[in-house]
């Protein structure tokens, strides 16, 4: 094991990305004309079967997903494909992007057939201006050779805030509203752009969609993780030898990722602790390094996938330092809808300082405890849910470090 | 249906129903913040949440929906830790100033603080230090004290389409500010005060006048008198533990008398002088091709509101006066002859239902007497306020009579406050006036009622008068765009700002509910039924008052002292 397996970049570096024929010559849009030769119920069928989940963060089953969105009655349906990216450390959508743009628009255009849908929007992140170009003359090009059909595919650029990725956010943003979250339910596939029903899917998500359309549910299915079958893109960031990409299977385990694949930690350094999933990813400890990467088995060591950023920290590195900047970002990027994010992202930054600098007790890491539990669950939506991730995991996994500052 | 279990009870609620509505049913008080009863649904305050099984996230009761088999719990351990920690935090950095507060004993978060049993919050008291906003002579706003619930600026922009207020900032940083400028007064703000209902805190509220009107009452020189407006008797009685319209008029009367009042006039009788000068504006209009639609004018808020957005319509509104301002300018100039008083001495009080009066009276103009015809404004509020600090006992308190001269009043006068009733005591009038007829049925009831927009055709003799009535300023809006497309098929047109018409005045006891506005509008049209005299021409002092001073509806004196002028208020955003 620990072998690169690549669908979703199963294009990379041998297309030319601005040139649709070059996609088409690789067999692009074969699965699109089969989708639409397939009775859309037969079609969700078959994502469901595959056994496909988002890949954007919370692992929701596609095919599920689409069918709610197939059912919703209304004259207007939107596909939407969120590739906010705002996570640091992550660029996986980018990857496909540029360099495979026309399987984006292929996974959007198979989900539109499926829904009914004849109107897209991709939300790509402000800061890729240069993704907005390739991505817009890839629509031109499939506009010109007729592939995407009466299908209509516009990208938005975002507006630069981190909570816009979260999918609800992201709609009030593309309606010209301030990009903050709605409540759910209703969710987006019963009432999401305009009211209207909506599907949105990560790029990552969307890539995967031409394959399986073209390879079939079962061959999907018997890939990776069974609960979470199919690759996964990670991107390795901190103290690691091979800052890079990998596409692996969902087997695969942290531990491979990070030893094989990444190369291990650079010097003589010891491993301390990865986090996975980006900025509200847990920080695992080397005794769960062996849990495969797959959505449920990441869960059961309270774990998530999220973008999959994997960011080493060797055990030169100041867990409470890295934990405190952290903080400052949720702090910073709370939109201030809900009061337990609004409130409790401040206090926990507020807290975290004041035990960096020497300053804590073991009272006010109890009060993060509490505040950072309460946050899980009762926030609106998922940045002040999951917000809490890195404090609670540190502490309850590197308490030794918490306490080595206290007063 | 859809069945449900709370707290181990079954109920059976309509599908779409939320969780907060089904334990409403049974009985179970689940605690709120950002939900308002009449408002759409926020759920971003999360002090709502209750288990739900199956689901590891707390559910907010007031938005999430019911489904079939659905397993409720409202206060498990995980559920009572996580709603007393949000409002530690929410109140952590809120100023403890209740004994300070204008909403002392009528905020929603003191009340959630008790029922939450918050004792040591565990976290430092970090204020905001947002300045004070006192800009406006109607309302301030204390930002420090504000929950971010936003439910003023639904009110401001949804019922009122006045937008004033938005969220800036994000993050901690997150605040309601007015739009297009630092302060209200910059803002589009109409200062009609629907905001403070809305408010569950005391971070919106009326600028008080209280000490001024103590200091004139400490004063031996000073002659206060006072007017109260048609809204107030009914709804005073909700500030002092009775129910809607319970207080007897000249109970009241008494009351002010205690508090320190040397005359007590009412508004009613200049709102039956309105109808006369309104009602031949109108006519003279109609038949000399005046500018149509009319609107009536008695709305501060209203006028604010047409002057803002609407300034090329001016010459549509009334050229009335307020009742309070035509009370103004009469009580200096002809009550004053009458009684033998300097004006000079005289400190007159309005006791309104509405902040924008405060605003009307200090405008320029509104100085026809040679004095500042309305000294100050005081709300609804500030009376029971007063009443409460008196100590008196309205149950025991023995009745009093208004003074004269300017304390007759019909019923026509007393269904000012409510929304409709102006048109229809011009209609009571203007039939008569016209027709020659004696009008029969007084009671025009089709234009009764809290629906947003009314309309009638009324026959005078073969001359029809399409009339129509909107309250809230959204729906005002609506018939003015009629109006500027040259589209309005009416005659006359009643605006009131406020939800209901004065009765849900910005001033009026913090009413959340319409439930309530619409219990007031139902005690107004009572009083009017109970009243012998109904038709505004038959008021006898409104008769000597034209027979001594101003002989003639739209005469000279009319136009001297009760009549205006409006401006366009030149937003430059707008
Ligand atoms: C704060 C926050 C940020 C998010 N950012 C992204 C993002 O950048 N890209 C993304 O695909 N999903 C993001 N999500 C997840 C989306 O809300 C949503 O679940 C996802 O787009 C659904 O697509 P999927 O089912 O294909 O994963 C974010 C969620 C939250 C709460
Ligand atoms: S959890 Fe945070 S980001 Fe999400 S709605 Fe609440 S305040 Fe906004
Ligand atoms: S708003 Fe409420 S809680 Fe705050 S100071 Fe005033 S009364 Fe007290
Ligand atoms: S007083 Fe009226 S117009 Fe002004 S902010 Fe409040 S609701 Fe808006
Ligand atoms: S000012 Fe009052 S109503 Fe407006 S958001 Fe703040 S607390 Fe809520
Ligand atoms: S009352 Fe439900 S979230 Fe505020």
């Known amino acids: 094991m620990a072998e690169e397996l690549r669908i979703v970049l199963r294009n990379y570096g041998k297309i030319d990305p601005l040139n649709i024929d070059s996609y088409i010559a690789q067999g692009g849009y074969k699965a699109l004309e089969k989708a639409r030769g397939t009775d859309q119920k037969g079609l969700i069928d078959e994502v469901k079967k595959s056994g496909l989940r988002g890949r954007g963060g919370a692992g929701f089953n596609c095919g599920q997903k689409w069918w709610f969105a197939y059912m919703a009655q209304a004259d207007q349906k939107y596909v939407v494909c969120n590739a906010d990216e705002g996570e640091p450390g992550t660029y996986k959508d980018r990857l496909i992007m540029q360099n495979d743009p026309q399987s984006l628009l292929?996974?959007?255009?198979?989900?539109?057939?499926?829904?009914?849908?004849?109107?897209?929007?991709?939300?790509?992140?402000?800061e890729y201006p240069y993704v907005v170009d390739v991505l817009n003359q890839a629509i031109a090009q499939a506009k010109d050779k007729g592939v995407l059909g009466d299908f209509d595919i516009e990208v938005r650029m975002g507006a630069g805030a981190y909570v816009?990725?979260?999918?609800?956010?992201?709609?009030?943003?593309?309606?010209?509203s301030r990009g903050e979250p709605r409540f759910k339910p209703p969710f987006p596939p019963a009432q999401g752009l305009w009211q209207k029903p909506t599907i949105v899917n990560n790029v990552e998500t969307f890539a995967n969609i031409p394959v399986i359309v073209d390879k079939g549910a079962e061959w999907f299915a018997a890939i990776g993780a069974p609960d979470y079958p199919g690759t996964k893109v990670f991107t390795l960031t901190g103290d690691i030898n091979n800052k890079t990409f990998f596409e692996v299977p969902t087997n695969t385990t942290i531990r491979e990722i990070v030893y094989k694949l990444g190369g291990g930690i650079p010097g003589d350094r010891k491993f301390k602790a990865v986090q996975i999933g980006g900025t509200s990813g847990a920080f695992i400890p080397e005794a769960d390094l062996d849990t495969p990467v797959a959505f449920d088995a990441m869960a059961a060591v309270g774990a998530t996938l999220g973008s999959g950023a994997v960011f080493?920290?060797?055990?030169?590195?100041?867990?409470?330092?890295?934990?405190?900047?952290?903080?400052?970002?949720?702090?910073?990027?709370?939109?201030?809808?809900?009061?337990?994010?609004?409130?409790?992202?401040?206090?926990?930054?507020?807290?975290?300082?004041?035990?960096?600098?020497g300053e804590g007790s073991i009272d006010d890491v109890a009060l993060l405890e509490k505040i950072g539990r309460v946050m899980s669950y009762s926030c609106l939506c998922g940045l002040g849910q999951a917000a809490p991730t890195p404090v609670l995991s540190t502490i309850r996994h590197f308490k030794a470090d918490y306490n080595a500052k206290l007063l | 249906m859809v069945n449900i279990t709370i707290n181990g009870m079954n109920v059976s609620v309509p599908e779409g129903s939320t969780i907060l509505q089904a334990a409403q049913q049974v009985g179970i008080h689940i605690p709120?913040?950002?939900?308002?009863?009449?408002?759409?649904?926020?759920?971003?305050?999360?002090?709502?949440?209750?288990?739900?099984?199956?689901?590891?996230?707390?559910?907010?009761?007031?938005?999430?929906?019911v489904f079939e088999g659905m397993v409720v719990r409202t206060n498990t351990p995980k559920v009572l830790e996580a709603r007393k920690t949000i409002v530690e935090m929410i109140l952590a950095n809120h100023p403890q100033d209740c004994l300070n507060c204008i909403r002392n004993g009528a905020c929603e978060l003191q009340t959630l603080a008790e029922e939450l049993i918050i004792r040591d919050n565990p976290f430092e008291l970090m204020i905001r230090g947002y300045d004070k906003d006192t800009s406006t002579p109607s309302l301030f706003r204390d930002p420090d004290k504000c929950v971010l619930c936003r439910r003023c600026i639904e009110a401001c922009s949804v019922i009122q389409s006045v937008n004033a207020l938005g969220i800036e900032g994000r993050g901690n940083n997150a605040m309601v500010v007015p739009s297009l400028g630092k302060d209200l007064i910059d803002s589009p703000c109409v200062m009609c005060g629907q905001c403070i209902h809305a408010c569950p805190v005391g971070a919106i509220g009326e600028i008080e006048n209280i000490d001024q009107f103590l200091a004139a009452v400490?004063?031996?020189e000073t002659i206060v008198v006072t007017q109260i407006a048609p809204a107030v008797r009914l709804a005073i009685a909700e500030e002092i533990g009775m129910a809607t319209g319970e207080l007897p008029m000249d109970v009241f009367v008494n009351g002010l008398r205690q508090i320190g009042f040397d005359y007590v006039l009412h508004t009613n009788f200049t709102a039956d002088l309105t109808i006369l000068e309104e009602g031949n504006e109108l006519l003279k209009r109609v038949k000399e091709g005046g500018t149509l639609p009319m609107f009536t004018s008695c709305s501060p808020g209203w006028i604010n509101f047409c002057e803002t957005f609407y300034p090329d319509l001016l010459d549509n509104l009334s050229t009335c006066k307020s009742p309070q301002q035509m009370f103004g300018a009469l009580v200096k100039t002809y009550w004053a002859e009458k009684m033998n008083i300097s004006p000079a001495k005289i400190f007159s009080v309005s006791i309104m239902p509405c902040v924008a009066k405060k605003f009307e009276a200090d405008r320029p103009e509104m100085r026809d007497s040679g004095y500042k015809d309305v000294d100050i404004v005081l709300t609804t509020r500030e009376i029971g306020r007063l009443?409460?600090?008196?100590?008196?006992?309205?149950?025991?308190?023995?009745?009093?009579?208004?003074?004269?001269?300017?304390?007759?009043?019909?019923?026509?006068?007393?269904?000012?406050?409510?929304?409709?009733?102006?048109?229809?005591?011009?209609?009571?009038?203007?039939?008569?006036?016209?027709?020659?007829?004696?009008?029969e049925d007084v009671n025009f009831t089709t234009i009764r009622g809290f629906d947003g927009i009314k309309e009638a055709t009324v026959d005078l003799n073969g001359?029809?008068?399409?009339?129509?009535?909107?309250?809230?300023?959204?729906?005002?809006?609506?018939?003015?765009?009629?109006v500027r497309a040259g589209e309005s098929p009416y005659h006359f047109i009643e605006i009131m700002a406020c939800p209901g018409g004065c009765i849900g005045g910005g001033g009026q006891p913090i009413t959340k509910r319409n439930q309530k506005r619409i219990e007031r509008i139902d005690a107004i049209y009572l009083e009017d039924e109970g009243l012998s005299i109904r038709k505004s021409h038959e008021n006898p002092e409104v008769k000597v008052l034209y027979d001594e001073f101003l002989h003639e509806p739209l005469g000279h004196k009319s136009h001297e002292l009760l009549h205006t002028h409006y401006h366009d208020k030149k937003k430059k955003y707008l």
Request: hydrophobic content about 40%; charged content about 20%; aromatic content about 6%.
């Open chain 1, 106 to 126: 292929e996974g959007m255009a198979i989900c539109a057939y499926a829904i009914g849908a004849d109107k897209g929007y991709i939300y790509c992140r402000g």
């Open chain 1, 164 to 176: 816009c990725g979260e999918e609800t956010a992201l709609i009030e943003s593309i309606e010209g």
């Open chain 1, 312 to 357: 080493v920290l060797d055990d030169s590195r100041d867990i409470v330092d890295v934990v405190t900047r952290i903080a400052g970002f949720f702090e910073h990027e709370s939109c201030g809808k809900c009061a337990p994010c609004r409130e409790g992202t401040m206090r926990t930054a507020e807290l975290m300082e004041k035990i960096e600098a």
């Open chain 2, 32 to 65: 709120t913040l950002c939900y308002h009863p009449d408002q759409s649904i926020k759920a971003n305050c999360r002090v709502c949440v209750c288990e739900v099984e199956g689901n590891r996230l707390l559910q907010a009761a007031c938005s999430a929906p």
């Open chain 2, 218 to 220: 400490a004063d031996p």
């Open chain 2, 387 to 439: 009443f409460r600090q008196s100590g008196i006992d309205f149950n025991k308190l023995p009745p009093s009579n208004f003074d004269s001269w300017m304390g007759a009043y019909t019923g026509a006068a007393v269904i000012f406050g409510a929304s409709g009733g102006v048109m229809e005591a011009a209609l009571r009038t203007v039939y008569e006036v016209v027709t020659g007829n004696t009008l």
């Open chain 2, 463 to 482: 001359l029809e008068v399409n009339v129509a009535i909107a309250h809230s300023l959204s729906n005002a809006r609506k018939l003015m765009d009629q």
